[in-house]
């Protein structure tokens, strides 16, 4: 028999339906509720409430796992490349060799931008936030592609969505480094890979040949595939809600870029980097901001410390640990940020306020630590990650558009003043 959960209000019993996924996480199905009783559930920052049903991506939080349609995070980081991934993650199913030829070639076509979106770029000032730069951009690509408006044209019209989209946004992010530095753009270059490209875009200079390092190269990749995707959070939430009012791909994941800009999302690695560097300024002390970070009265948080979901360690965090010792190593950078960092991490993790909290250093915490190592400026860090992200949230998008969700509306307790007279300007 299936499981039901009764609701007694006001001695009146509810019964509803209980649902449970593939890896047996269960939820109560309380869509009739409100019909029924009247009552919504109330539950700020959705902490525990399941917005979807979704095949995409798994977590743990309290066992550290992570999967993409079932493959571990740990296997994909070591075997894979970042346009596989995006593959599997939107398709479903990890690629055959043509498969995957056909995908990077149909990437591969659409990596230039139009000439006139350059113009774009001038009238930004040199100082403007990348982030910014980066949304305003893709959500312009919809006024290009005019026939990608409606996000049921048919498989075809999405699919070139989907590939323009991967292909224009290494493009887009190098050419607003460019741009705040007043450089020339450079295009892309089309027999390199992914990621190789998007470091020619971003380092080579007319005056020089620019060599891309492997190691480069690889972390990079690398860090794509562990950004990828993470299931309902902000900014997934955010494009899924977007799209529901069958608004476009391109604005769905443009909102999606203005998510994952602030500080307690994915512009936690571009905060981690700057206060590691405050402390290190301040004399490295890091008993100081520990102090600081515990203070109820003081709004300071350790940056990159502490997860929403993982509660016993960020299993991104554990690869890309290692990783950035490989390239720390292979690039023989010696940095005094990375002493803070090793020294504040060992602190916090023996601090009783962060071990009872279950507060560990996340993903964040160390990809700025490799971004900065192999000479992404602390602006572009939370570009990358929307980089990165890019395959999850088209994926979370498609999926919401194929099982025909509908349109993101949640409900409010509202505590606002009761019905009241309209006074007169000249009486208040
Ligand atoms: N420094 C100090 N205290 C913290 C921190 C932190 N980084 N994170 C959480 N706490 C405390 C918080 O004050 C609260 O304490 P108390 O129970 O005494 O009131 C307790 O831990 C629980 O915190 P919360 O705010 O209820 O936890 P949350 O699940 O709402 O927030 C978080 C999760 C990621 C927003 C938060 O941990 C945080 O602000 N971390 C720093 C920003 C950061 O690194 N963000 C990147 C997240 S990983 C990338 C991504 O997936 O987006």
Redesign the pocket.
């Known amino acids: 028999m299936s499981e039901t959960a009764k609701f007694i209000l006001n001695g009146e019993t509810y019964e509803f339906p209980v649902t449970e996924g593939s890896e047996n996480e269960k939820g109560i199905d309380i869509s009739k509720l409100r019909g029924q009783s009247g009552y919504v559930t109330l539950d700020p ?1 959705y ?1 525990n409430t399941g917005a979807t049903e979704s095949g995409i991506t798994f977590l743990d939080g309290e066992k550290g796992i992570l999967s993409y349609r079932g493959y571990s995070i740990e296997e994909l980081a070591e075997k894979s490349t970042f346009l596989e991934v995006a593959y599997l993650l939107i398709e479903g199913e990890l690629p055959n060799k043509e498969q995957l030829e056909s995908f990077n070639e149909n990437i591969r076509k659409h990596t230039l931008v139009a000439e006139d979106m350059r113009k774009f770029y001038q009238a930004f000032p040199h100082h403007a936030h990348p982030m910014g730069v980066l949304g305003s951009l893709v959500n312009s690509l919809s006024s290009f592609y005019p026939e990608s408006q409606d996000p049921n044209r048919g498989e075809d019209a999405v699919d070139l969505t989907i590939y323009r989209l991967i292909a224009k946004i290494p493009t887009l992010a190098a050419w607003s480094h460019k741009n705040a530095q007043r450089h020339p753009v450079v295009y892309p270059k089309n027999e390199l890979n992914y990621s190789e490209n998007f470091l020619q875009m971003m380092f080579s200079v007319p005056s020089e040949d620019y060599k891309i390092d492997p190691v480069v190269a690889k972390a990079l990749d690398l860090l794509f595939i562990l950004h990828a995707d ?1 299931e309902q ?2 900014s997934a939430s955010t494009v899924r809600i977007v799209g529901s009012s069958q608004a476009n791909l391109y604005t769905s994941i443009s909102a999606g870029i203005s998510a994952l800009w602030g ?4 512009g ?1 690695n571009q ?2 980097i700057e206060m590691l560097e405050d402390i290190k300024n301040d004399g490295g002390d890091v008993t100081k901001y520990l102090d600081k ?2 203070d ?1 009265n003081d709004p300071f ?8 979901v993982y509660k016993n360690f ?1 299993p991104r965090a554990r690869i890309i640990k290692k990783a950035c010792d490989d390239v720390l190593d292979a690039l023989g950078i010696d940095d005094p940020v990375l002493d803070i960092a090793k020294k504040l991490e060992a602190a916090a993790l023996e601090d009783p ?1 962060f071990v009872d ?1 279950k ?1 560990y250093p ?4 160390y990809s700025g630590i490799i971004y900065r190592a192999i000479g992404i400026p602390t602006e572009m860090f939370t570009v990358m990650f929307a980089i990165g992200r890019l395959p999850g949230w088209i994926a979370q998008w498609k999926e919401m558009i194929e099982t025909k969700q509908p349109i993101g509306r949640p409900r409010q307790i509202y505590t606002g003043a009761n019905a009241r007279n309209y006074v007169e300007l000249n009486k208040r």
Do not use: I, Q
């Open positions: 920052g902490k993470h959070n902000c500080p307690l999302h994915g936690a905060a981690v970070a515990k109820k948080r350790l940056m990159g410390f502490g997860h929403r960020d306020y909290r507060l996340n993903v964040d915490f």
